[in-house]
Each structure stands twice: as structure tokens, then as C-alpha cells.
Nanobody, 126 residues
Framework: QVQLVESGGGLVQTGGSLRLSCAAS????????RAWFRQAPGKEREFVAA????????YYSDSVKGRFTISGDNAKNTVYLQMNSLKPDDTAVYYC???????????????????WGQGTQVTVSS
């Protein structure tokens, strides 16, 4: 059974930074893509960033491009999300996701990812 465990969330002021981590454990699985999504109260879960595990290509939503950076550590099977210049609109529960198999779906698609973490709260105060 695959488990994804996020950490690093918290409360930060506008303009501050946080670094989220997502470690995969359990049965070894092949990773083709790892991603971060977020969900604010009353809103749908939305794509934030993704990384192609082989080759390291990265993808970002327009709302975080230039402020957030996704990266991965293959040896630790861990993906990170460095978040800088945080804004109150970034307040949400952040979820990491992993695909585990090749997929024709976009890296930004929720449906690509069968494995999800439990989420970590990020709150940005104004």
C-alpha cells in the first residue's frame, strides 16, 4: 500500500515562505509524475504544480508561477514545494499526489493521480 505523507504547512504572514514535503512510503511503486494540489474552503481542488519524475520537467499553474518551485529527491522518494512571496489567496489545504503508472492525462489533471496524501494546512495572514 502506498502512503504519501505531507509536512511543512503552517501559518505565515503575507510575503513569507514555506516549504512543503511529501514522502512516499509503503510498497515501492513506479513514479511518472508527482504533483501538488490545493483546496480552499468552499472551492474545488485545484492544480498547483507537477514534476515529471524522469527528466524533471515541471509544470505550474499561472497563479503560482514565479513564486513556487516544485522539486524531487529520487533517493528519498520525496517531492517538495518551495513557496515564496505567499499571499492570503494561497491559503488552503495542500495535497500531494502521485500517479504510479503511465497516463495520457495531463500532469495538471486530478484524474491522473490515484494516490493522495492527507493534506497539510497553509494559512497566509494579511
Amino acid at each position: 500500500q502506498v502512503q504519501l505523507v505531507e509536512s511543512g504547512g503552517g501559518l505565515v504572514q503575507t510575503g513569507g515562505s514555506l516549504r512543503l514535503s511529501c514522502a512516499a512510503s509503503g510498497v515501492t511503486f513506479s513514479t511518472y509524475g508527482r504533483a501538488w494540489f490545493r483546496q480552499a474552503p468552499g472551492k474545488e481542488r485545484e492544480f498547483v504544480a507537477a514534476i515529471r519524475w524522469s527528466g524533471g520537467s515541471t509544470y505550474y499553474s499561472d497563479s503560482v508561477k514565479g513564486r513556487f518551485t516544485i522539486s524531487g529527491d529520487n533517493a528519498k522518494n520525496t517531492v517538495y514545494l518551495q513557496m515564496n512571496s505567499l499571499k492570503p489567496d494561497d491559503t488552503a489545504v495542500y495535497y500531494c499526489a502521485a500517479d504510479g503508472q503511465p497516463s495520457f492525462r495531463s500532469y495538471s489533471s486530478l484524474q491522473r493521480y490515484p494516490y493522495w496524501g492527507q493534506g497539510t494546512q497553509v494559512t497566509v495572514s494579511s
